[in-house]
């Protein structure tokens, strides 16, 4: 059996492709593979920021549509550009492909975020990173930056700003994690909901095909209430909306911050008891709304 895998055109994505063929064809070795490369909005448009885009999953309609279709067979996402309702007709396999949540600061005199220069300017074009980055670090000013993540470095380089923060996870599949000047901590610079992580998207009526895919682990239950949280706040790149959920030993973490802009935007964590993972995303969301009330 052959299938046809649709991904975006970046290295980045081509990447990411190739460690899912890898881990699909570890679990189904019968199976052999192509490679449909798919441009999306996100990928045509490479000026507007993301929390400006008209919609939300710029990086993902179009492939999303060519599943619909079965123009392929199952689709490559990051998981953090997946939005939080999908089509009815569409499915997400349990993730087992992780990296780092983490996201990452690159600066030209190799500062911390700490310990940046004051009013110092950041590339990105990420709301959320806005949002937590101005919340410790209020002087800090910021510029748009856009493109795949090679093209991004090469744009901070040329211009005349301190620094851009970017995934660890790109950084490290794209070998280019000796870039990195730190790794920000993610109980206040908190990462996207379920960054780092490879998703594989199927339509429903092929689930049992895939069944051997599926598979559980603490990261997938760490996911899964990154997800939760983002299908309860209902919200998108367009606000600022993070969560990170870690187990640590027999206790769940879990840091997370939503709002409509970045002055309004609340920070909450939270540890539970391992056994109570299931009620961390709806406790955080209750704990959240109780703020803003």
């Known amino acids: 059996m052959k299938l046809k895998i649709g991904t975006r055109k970046s290295k980045l994505a081509r990447i990411q492709t190739e ?10 070795p019968e199976i052999e593979t192509e490679i449909i490369p798919i441009s999306t909005q996100g990928d045509k448009d490479k000026t507007t920021p993301l929390y400006a885009m008209p919609q939300t999953g710029v990086f993902i309609k179009e492939i999303e549509k060519a599943l619909i279709n079965k123009d392929i ?3 490559v996402h990051s998981l953090k550009d997946v939005s939080s309702t999908l089509d009815d007709r569409l499915m997400l396999i349990e993730p087992f492909l992780f990296e780092d949540k983490r996201d990452a600061l690159i600066t030209k005199d190799h500062s911390t975020l700490k310990d940046l220069r004051k009013n110092a300017v950041l590339a990105t074009s990420s709301i959320r990173r806005i949002t937590c980055i101005h919340h410790v670090r209020p002087d800090i000013q910021f510029v748009n930056i856009r493109g795949n993540i090679e093209t991004r470095i090469q744009k901070f380089k040329e211009m005349d700003i301190d620094g851009i923060v970017l995934a660890a996870a790109g950084l490290k599949r794209l070998h280019l994690d000796s870039l990195i000047d730190e790794y920000l901590d993610p109980s206040m610079i908190i990462p996207a909901c ?3 992580t490879i998703a594989l998207e199927i339509r429903k009526e092929d689930k049992d095909l895939f069944s051997k895919l599926s598979q559980s682990s603490n990261q997938t239950l760490e996911t899964k209430i990154e997800r939760e949280f983002l299908s309860l706040s209902k919200a998108g790149c367009h606000y600022p909306i993070g969560c990170y959920a870690k187990f640590v030993d027999d206790q769940l973490q879990v840091h997370a911050c939503l ?3 970045i002055e309004d935007c609340k920070f909450v964590s939270m540890t539970f008891d391992k056994i109570e993972y299931n009620k961390a995303a709806s406790s955080i969301y209750k704990k ?3 703020e803003n009330i």
């Open 194 to 196: 379920g960054q780092g």
């Open 259 to 261: 709002g409509e802009t």
């Open 19 to 28: 460690l899912a063929i890898h881990k699909i064809q570890e679990c189904m």
């Open 288 to 290: 959240i709304k109780e």
């Open 73 to 75: 067979d199952i689709a």
